[in-house]
């Protein structure tokens, strides 16, 4: 049994579609194009990954379905936000075919608790008929990156939080990691991004792009809030014999005069399409100019992330793959 990476082939994957006004206040027109542009974007005109968007309820599928491509499958499900690579399950494969392990969820350590996203992952599970393997601590898929051999990434102030597993050490919490996605080697690196309500998940901060390979962005200016986090985990994946490929940072974003956690790193990698979040920012050429290279297979596309980010998250955050057994 392993987790695939997420470069290896889908079958589908669930994505997030918003269409609540009390979460999302000023921008929800915007969020839905954008998502449904994410949507389209992977779906590839029937030549991607099958996608299935995930609504609230009709009024919502009524409002997906006049904004993405015919091959994207529609479905309704209730849950609290669109985070759904938090909420939903991971899933691995092996001789026995796929298994989706449902993690508990506690709302990022208690921040926004909301209803449906507690079984929102079982009850996707159940609709793709996979078989459901429980899991009695808390785990956000954002909070770990793996390289599908059984390496994976992940941040001390996520799983070590006592937020989250408050009676579980890093031992413990690597045992957990072991027995639940057959994990052979677990790389911590320190802090996430400055102002991530997540505390700090790492696919803001760090992506395998291949086994024993991983992204970490690089500092462009002096004003960079994150510019010592990135360097910390730099030096955390080199003393670890990891080889670091840098990308570029967005640099300070701000949204309302505080700074958000804008990332290029939250990349999400289809079947054909690898789909860059974009910001406005002055490295955004430049970030997926980058990301391409390191993807030469697929077309990689810069799409607009701005009013995903107001929420908190982008692409990867919202999106969550089922790999082809």
Known sequence: ??????????????????????????????????????????????????VVLVCRDQQDVDTATAMVDDPVQIIIEAFGDIWLRDTGPII???GNGREAHNFGFNGWGRKFEMAGDQDIGARLARSSDLPIQDHDWVLEGGAIDGDGQGALLTTEQCLLNINRNKYMDRQ????????????????????????????????NLARFV????VAI?????????????????VRRAVASDLDVVRLPSVGRYEIED????????????????????????????QAVEAIAALFPERKVVGLSSSALLSGGGSFHCISQQIPIA
């Open 217 to 233: 962005p690089k500092a462009c200016d002096g004003d960079d809030p994150n510019r010592g986090v990135f360097e910390d985990a």
């Open 1 to 50: 049994m392993r987790w695939p990476a997420e470069w290896e082939p889908h079958e589908a994957v669930w994505i997030g579609f918003p269409g609540n006004p009390i979460e999302w206040p000023k921008q929800l027109a915007e969020v839905q194009r954008e998502v449904a542009a994410f949507a389209n974007a992977i779906c590839d005109h029937g030549d991607g990954e099958q």
């Open 92 to 94: 691995t494969v092996g």
């Open 258 to 285: 505080a700074v958000a956690p804008a990332s290029y790193l939250n990349f999400y990698i289809g079947n054909t399409v690898v789909a860059v979040p974009q910001y406005g920012a002055l490295n955004d050429d």
């Open 210 to 213: 291949s086994a024993g390979t």
């Open 172 to 203: 413990q919490l690597e045992s957990g990691l072991r027995e639940a996605l057959n994990a052979n080697k677990i790389y911590w690196l320190g802090n996430g991004l400055m102002a991530d309500h997540t505390d700090g998940h790492v696919d």
